[in-house]
């Protein structure tokens, strides 16, 4: 194994460096927390954050960010636990299409609206200007 590698995975890190690297607040980190997405170990009253943590948030951040729910994050975090990487890549995938099936439904509504929203507003535009006429 590379000594960079071996040697990031013992680095720890403060609340504060996780949450300017992921553009975050500590309360969100703590709620990550409280929910048992993140299992910091604690310095006296400090939370120390390890590489597993670290990257736990960076699935938890990525998931939020692409519209996953904390159920479907916990589900792939804990089937990394259970049943390795394999099978959390395969739980993944399913997730994902789901969800870009749900976005893609998503954007043709909202289509849809801005078509009938412009046509309305044409429409009163135009009758605003005959009244005035």
């Given at each position: 194994?590379?000594?960079?590698?071996?040697a990031?995975?013992?680095?720890?890190?403060?609340?504060?460096?996780?949450?300017?690297?992921?553009?975050?607040?500590?309360?969100?980190?703590?709620?990550?927390?409280?929910?048992?997405?993140?299992?910091?170990?604690?310095?006296?009253?400090?939370?120390?954050?390890?590489?597993?943590?670290?990257?736990?948030?960076?699935?938890?951040?990525q998931?939020r960010s692409?519209?996953?729910?904390?159920?479907?994050?916990?589900?792939?975090?804990?089937?990394?636990?259970?049943?390795?990487?394999?099978a959390?890549?395969?739980?993944?995938?399913?997730?994902?299409?789901?969800?870009?099936?749900?976005?893609?439904?998503?954007?043709?509504?909202?289509d849809?609206?801005?078509?009938?929203l412009?046509?309305?507003?044409?429409?009163?535009?135009?009758?605003?200007?005959?009244?005035?006429?």
């Amino acid at each position: 194994m590379n000594k960079l590698l071996c040697a990031d995975r013992f680095r720890t890190y403060s609340i504060t460096q996780l949450c300017r690297e992921f553009s975050c607040t500590a309360r969100a980190l703590r709620f990550y927390e409280d929910q048992g997405l993140l299992a910091p170990r604690r310095r006296q009253m400090q939370r120390v954050y390890s590489y597993k943590d670290r990257a736990r948030l960076r699935l938890v951040v990525q998931g939020r960010s692409v519209g996953l729910s904390l159920a479907e994050i916990r589900h792939l975090l804990e089937t990394y636990d259970d049943q390795g990487e394999a099978a959390q890549n395969m739980l993944a995938l399913r997730l994902f299409r789901q969800r870009l099936d749900a976005l893609r439904t998503e954007s043709s509504q909202i289509d849809t609206a801005i078509d009938t929203l412009s046509q309305a507003i044409a429409h009163l535009s135009s009758e605003r200007t005959t009244a005035a006429a």
